[in-house]
């Protein structure tokens, strides 16, 4: 009969983890691994519980196992066992991860409220637009037929006093006097100072 026999191999014991903890506060990189082995599986365990995102679980367990390198000194055995350490540092990284995102995502919503509001101002202004369009052809409408005539061809269309004057076979003083008489009556129409 043969016994079970590991070869080349002594039996795993449980780490002695305080005691690696005080080595890995002076700096012990081979005391950390050991440490890291054992307690970065619950870590991360624990920090895919609070985010439920793999990469930023990854990544948080990463920042929290950077921190007990950094922070190795602190730790206190009278107050609890090295996981029970750990995990809280976990547990209130992958919290902070939670809540920046949140607020994050809340600055966002913000954001786009202020991005609706400005698309109502420019609403605002359409309408305002267009009553101010609505109020100028009223006060056309308000012209003589000469006056009205005039005014269009001018403003409207572009074209010089010379030119008005030549399309309604009239004479340049006489176009003048109804351009300047009916701008006079849209000035006082749509309520602009002198």
């Not at 903890?21 to 002076?26: I, K, S």
């Not at 637009?129 to 005039?150: F, I, Y």
Request: hydrophobic share 40%.
């Amino acid at each position: 009969m043969r016994e079970n026999v590991h070869i080349g191999r002594a039996p795993s014991a449980a780490p002695d983890l305080p005691d690696l903890m005080g080595r890995v506060a002076q700096g012990d990189q081979q005391a950390f691994t050991a440490v890291f082995e054992a307690v970065s599986g619950p870590v991360l365990g624990l920090v895919r519980t609070v985010l439920r995102d793999p990469a930023q679980s990854e990544e948080v367990a990463q920042e929290v196992m950077v921190e007990v390198w950094r922070t190795a000194a602190r730790y206190q055995p009278s107050k609890g066992s090295v996981m029970n350490w750990a995990l809280t540092l976990a547990h209130r990284r992958a919290v902070d991860r939670v809540r920046s995102e949140q607020a994050s995502s809340d600055r966002q919503k913000r954001v786009a409220l202020l991005d609706h509001t400005t698309a109502f101002d420019e609403v605002v202004e359409q309408v305002e637009t267009r009553l101010e369009r609505e109020q100028v052809r009223r006060c056309l409408r308000g012209l003589t037929e000469l006056q009205r005539q005039s005014v269009n061809l001018a403003y409207y269309r572009g074209l010089t006093y010379r030119e008005v004057a030549e399309l309604l076979s009239l004479p340049l003083g006489t176009v003048k006097t109804r351009l300047r008489d009916g701008l006079i009556r849209l000035r006082d129409c749509l309520g602009v100072g002198a």
